[in-house]
T-cell receptor, first 109, second 109 residues
Framework: GQSLEQPSEVTAVEGAIVQINCTYQ??????LSWYQQHDGGAPTFLSY????GLEETGRFSSFLSRSDSYGYLLLQELQMKDSASYFC??????????FGPGTRLSVLP | NAGVTQTPKFQVLKTGQSMTLQCAQD?????MYWYRQDPGMGLRLIYY???????DKGEVPNGYNVSRLNKREFSLRLESAAPSQTSVYFC????????FGQGTRLTVV
């Protein structure tokens, strides 16, 4: 089977830094993606890690450790508009990808 | 550049009725996917097509069928709708980064 785990909720204040963790157990693992979804909207791509280490894109960074089956998304300089759900997704055999249950981030003023 | 287009956006069905959800992408992606998302939950993979002419079951395929009509189009069919299929359905296509349609909000009464 395939499973991913994430915290269900995270709360932080504007300007802070927050880390959302993801652990996975999947077969044929190729890489880990992160997606953002605002209420009522479609998921949008944030990052993809195929190799161990940190990938940085503006205020967002993503990390992968294949040996630990673990990754995280780091959001810096939080803004109100970052309030959304964040999903990790495992890329399996380069063919399908399975989502975690999602982490709801609330950014407080 | 339209990306991924899903139709319809909203649908109400009676139990036992059938319908087909349409999805088309214009990014020349080989892989296409159908997900369902229930309130407050993550996205669950229904079926996917890694390339034109192939389809495979995902996590929750029961009650659904798919057709990869050509490289652009991937349809999802509910042969006999049940209330448990009330959900938001998303189509996606990707190389590494996945692009999602805007979703179909389906209610089965």
């Amino acid at each position: 089977g395939q499973s991913l785990e994430q915290p269900s909720e995270v709360t932080a204040v504007e300007g802070a830094i927050v880390q959302i963790n993801c652990t996975y157990q999947t077969s044929g693992f190729y890489g880990l993606s992160w997606y953002q979804q605002h209420d009522g909207g479609a998921p949008t791509f944030l990052s993809y890690n195929a190799l161990d280490g940190l990938e940085e894109t503006g205020r967002f960074s993503s990390f992968l450790s294949r040996s630990d089956s673990y990754g995280y998304l780091l959001l810096q300089e939080l803004q109100m508009k970052d309030s959304a759900s964040y999903f990790c997704a495992s890329d399996n055999y380069g063919q399908n990808f399975v989502f975690g249950p999602g982490t709801r981030l609330s950014v407080l003023p | 550049n339209a990306g991924v287009t899903q139709t319809p956006k909203f649908q109400v069905l009676k139990t036992g009725q059938s319908m087909t959800l349409q999805c088309a992408q214009d990014m020349n992606h080989n892989s296409m996917y159908w997900y369902r998302q229930d309130p407050g939950m993550g996205l669950r993979l229904i079926y996917y097509s890694a390339s034109e002419g192939t389809t495979d079951k995902g996590e929750v395929p029961n009650g659904y069928n798919v057709s990869r009509l050509n490289k652009r189009e991937f349809s999802l069919r509910l042969e006999s709708a049940a209330p448990s299929q009330t959900s938001v359905y998303f189509c996606a296509s990707r190389n590494t980064e996945a692009f999602f349609g805007q979703g179909t909000r389906l209610t089965v009464v």
